[in-house]
């Protein structure tokens, strides 16, 4: 397959993927297209195409990842790229090396495409502005998740077959989530409604200038959701006490058999993962019915090989002097 055989019909001309907050919904709904087109194409992904053939994509993570990493490699060798992977803790970083430096040097050796992961916002933004490559952000602080956000979303689209005029709850900690970032650019754009609901302590105070409708009483708002969204509570980022107890968080937010009872016969639960069974959702839950968790993790490996394929498209592009 070459790159004129994709049926990219709507706009895309990004050379990085940084974030949904910048993409249209135009852009957003080629991503979303294309990633349906490879479902068919690959049968869910197992079949291998050569769209990246000739290329290296590097995987530059800064935080420990499993689902990302793996998916991005994954895609990148699906679509037939070269991959090299970079660990910070046995890299020259502990020497003193500057995370730039580290980089540069890991693209000097013909890397065209770097996905990165760092604890520091905005940091794919700034290797943006430092590489040639294409760079792809796979999560920067608490910032956003822009992969994470399209295949939430692009999994809620298989199921239900649109986005406009759902009503999705995002739920737990929104505070320290660059996922519900994500999703709240995203999914705003492209029509739903937007709930975020958790612990006062862990909503920003200023969270709905960017549109969204602000709850503290899950139960008061889960009859009228099509969608629930359940974010792990991020200890790891937290810094004090934000909630009295995690016995208390569950059973104020945590999704479980009762709660599902009460909700739409249709509801879907998705959760990005890794999920702490017993506080955002039971195993009940988890493994029951209503939840597309797994399904999550198989259009991340689509939504991927979307993204890449896309950066890669407009990179031959303007080499060649198209665009």
């Not at 907050?21 to 291998?48: C, K, M, V």
Request: glycine share 8%; net charge neutral.
């Amino acid at each position: 397959m070459q790159f004129n055989d994709l049926p990219v019909t709507g706009p895309w001309g990004e050379r990085h993927l940084l974030g949904l907050e910048t993409l249209s919904r135009d852009q957003l709904t080629t991503i979303l297209d294309l990633a349906d087109y490879l479902r068919e194409q690959t049968e869910n992904g197992t079949r291998r195409l050569e769209l990246l053939r000739g290329l290296v994509v590097a995987n530059l993570f800064f935080e420990n990842s499993t689902r990302t990493r793996t998916s991005f490699s994954l895609a990148a060798r699906r679509l037939g790229a070269d991959t090299v992977d970079f660990t910070a803790s046995s890299s020259s970083l502990s020497k003193g090396e500057t995370f730039i430096d580290t980089a540069r040097t890991i693209e000097a050796m013909g890397v065209d495409m770097v996905i990165c992961r760092h604890r520091t916002p905005g940091a794919p933004h700034l290797l943006a502005e430092h590489l040639t490559s294409c760079v792809l952000n796979a999560g920067d602080g608490t910032h956003e998740h822009p992969t994470q956000g399209l295949l939430d979303i692009f999994t809620i689209r298989r199921h239900l077959g649109r986005i406009e005029g759902l009503t999705v709850a995002l739920v737990g900690d929104i505070r320290h989530s660059r996922v519900a970032r994500s999703n709240i650019h995203g999914l705003l754009k492209l029509g739903a409604r937007v709930i975020v609901c958790g612990p006062s302590t862990l909503i920003p105070a200023n969270i709905s200038r960017l549109g969204v409708e602000v709850a503290w009483d899950f139960d008061a708002i889960l009859p009228e959701v099509d969608c629930v969204n359940l974010l792990r509570v991020q200890f790891e980022r937290q810094r004090g006490a934000f909630f009295p107890s995690i016995a208390e968080y569950a059973s104020l937010f945590g999704m479980n058999g009762k709660r599902i009872r009460r909700a739409k016969k249709d509801l879907l639960v998705l959760a990005p993962g890794p999920i702490n069974r017993g506080v955002e959702l039971t195993p009940e839950v988890a493994d029951g019915p209503h939840s597309v968790i797994l399904d999550q993790v198989t259009n991340g490996l689509l939504i991927r090989m979307a993204c890449l394929s896309l950066l890669a498209r407009e990179r031959t592009a303007t080499q060649a002097g198209i665009s």
